[in-house]
């Protein structure tokens, strides 16, 4: 298995391709997610949010999908640009405060 | 819009030091202002939450005599890590939040080195 803090998990894509970066989350009460992107040597950014009577939700080049049945969340990137290499956390709201995912380090080659 | 800042960016000092963090959000009010911890390809872990005019909660395991946080106003909020030593160093983040079930916007971080 996996050990945390030892590295990240790593989705490595070409320019122009379309990345799925996959979250699993732990609580069903948790009513509300958000996905972040993060730089190096930088906070992070918010992308989108989705709630949890919603499946779906769209943003610019970017999709959330939500499958509150397995307790899954997914980003979803369009036509990623080097711009979007950066790691990216997922975060549910439970009781007015985020708990982080692991996170996910996306790397685009040109 | 909703932009944190957050200062220092950087900040070396001795150990036995204590070090202030800055997080104002610029133009919006942020009625709870939280603060992270992150260490090296990990993830965030939530150290506090502070709400404006209340003692802020700390979660388990953080000491709150290590470090001091007051949110004074709408708009900022302060930690302190009194007496530093060098397993305090660390990537610190502020976010500030408008309302509840609303998004959560970082600063920048501060990286706190203690020699």
């Known amino acids: 298995g996996e050990s945390v803090g030892l590295h990240l998990p790593t989705l490595s894509v070409q320019e122009g391709d379309n990345s799925i970066i996959n979250c699993a989350y732990s609580?069903?009460?948790?009513?509300?997610f958000i996905w972040y992107k993060q730089e190096s040597g930088k906070g992070p950014q918010f992308i989108i949010d989705i709630r949890s009577n919603m499946d779906k939700r769209q943003g610019q080049r970017v999709t959330v999908l939500l499958n509150k049945t397995v307790k899954h969340l997914s980003l979803q990137i369009a036509a990623t640009q080097p711009g979007d290499s950066a790691v990216y956390f997922c975060a549910e709201n439970r009781y007015s405060t985020l708990t982080f995912g692991k996170g996910t380090m996306l790397l685009v080659s040109p | 819009g909703a932009v944190v800042s957050q200062h220092p960016s950087w900040v070396i000092c001795k150990s036995g030091t204590s070090v202030k963090i800055e997080c104002r959000s610029l133009d919006f009010q942020a009625t709870t202002m939280f603060w992270y911890r992150q260490f090296p390809k990990q993830s965030l872990m939530l150290m506090a939450t502070?709400?404006?005019?209340?003692?802020?909660?700390?979660e388990q395991g953080v000491e709150k005599d290590k470090f001091l946080i007051n949110h004074a106003s709408l708009t900022l909020s302060t930690l302190t890590v009194t007496s530093a030593h060098p397993e305090d160093s660390s990537f610190y983040i502020c976010?500030?939040?408008?309302?509840?079930?609303?998004?959560?916007?970082f600063g920048d971080g501060t990286r706190l080195s203690i020699l």
């Open positions: 609580n069903s009460a948790s009513d509300y």
């Open positions: 502070s709400n404006e005019g209340s003692k802020a909660t700390y």
């Open positions: 976010s500030a939040r408008a309302r509840k079930n609303q998004p959560q916007h």
